[in-house]
């Protein structure tokens, strides 16, 4: 069965001259494959949630000394944190590509009386950020700089 | 707890596109080193030793940086899962799931600031 949408969400910003039924989630909503893509992009959150905890943990086990971060890295070995990472590392490539596509698409057309680069160049420099910071943070926690 | 919900929308949604922007720039390095690449012993010996991981960890940036990756993927999640409670299981327990997202995000913030400033 159908269900009644979000009203807040879906409601217009004044009210129209004709009168019309409230808005309707149809039951096959999520086969659609826009709305699979969509829903498989909100449902990265969980998975964010959790790397947020988990880097909580990372932070607390630095704070706690050498014993509580050998444990910490062992523990991460175990077969589930492994696929967990990942899981998590598909999901931050999969929310950057889709991400730095619709960002450029929803920039003002002006800030005050400057304009954001052509769509083209800001999405090249989010990739050029992301590969910068990327390969930074290899450098130095894989351990190349600083020695 | 809605109305609450919708007052405080402009500082989650700041939160919520920092968590996808820097977060997401952040994660792959993050991920492919601490999480994957030290325990698959993929990276040179005493890359991330507690001597050295404490040494970057414990400089201004090293904190700030590691505020950056416990935070924000923390109100990214939270926004995102949210919208897939409201998506999946319509919006009457939209409040109850969004504050309860948005409390875990909250506390795991604090809690991550009292670490950074304790390491």
């Known amino acids: ?147 | 707890m809605r109305a609450l919900l919708l007052r405080l929308e402009p500082i989650i949604w700041l939160l919520f596109g920092a968590g996808i922007l820097v977060g997401t720039l952040l994660l792959p390095g993050y991920l492919l080193t601490v999480a994957l690449g030290a325990p698959l012993h993929l990276l040179p010996d005493g890359a991330l030793s507690f001597e050295r991981a404490h040494m970057l960890g414990s400089s201004l940036v090293g904190r700030v940086v590691l505020l950056a990756l416990i935070a924000l993927p923390l109100w990214k999640g939270a926004h995102h899962t949210r919208a897939l409670a409201v998506d999946t299981l319509g919006h009457h327990s939209d409040g109850l799931v969004g504050s309860l997202l948005y409390a875990v995000a909250a506390i795991g913030s604090v809690l991550g600031i009292v670490a950074i400033l304790s390491i």
Do not use: E, N
């Not at chain 1, 217009?12 to 699979?36: I, N």
């Not at chain 1, 070995?77 to 931050?92: E, S, T, W």
């Open chain 1, 1 to 147: 069965m159908a269900r009644p949408a979000d009203p807040h969400a879906m409601q217009p910003s004044r009210p129209g001259r004709t009168r019309t039924a409230p808005p309707q989630v149809p039951d096959d909503f999520w086969t659609r494959p826009r709305m699979r893509t969509y829903l498989l992009f909100d449902a990265t959150g969980i998975v964010y949630l959790l790397v947020g905890l988990v880097a909580l943990r990372v932070a607390w086990a630095l704070r706690d000394g050498k014993a509580a971060w050998d444990a910490l890295l062992a523990s991460f070995a175990h077969p589930a944190y492994l696929a967990f990472h990942g899981l998590a590392l598909v999901c931050a490539l999969f929310v950057g590509v889709r991400f730095f596509r619709l960002f450029p698409k929803a920039q003002p057309a002006h800030i005050g009386p400057a304009k954001p680069p052509p769509r083209p160049v800001l999405h090249a420099m989010l990739y050029a950020a992301w590969i910068g910071i990327t390969l930074v943070l290899l450098a130095i926690l894989g351990g190349v700089w600083p020695k």
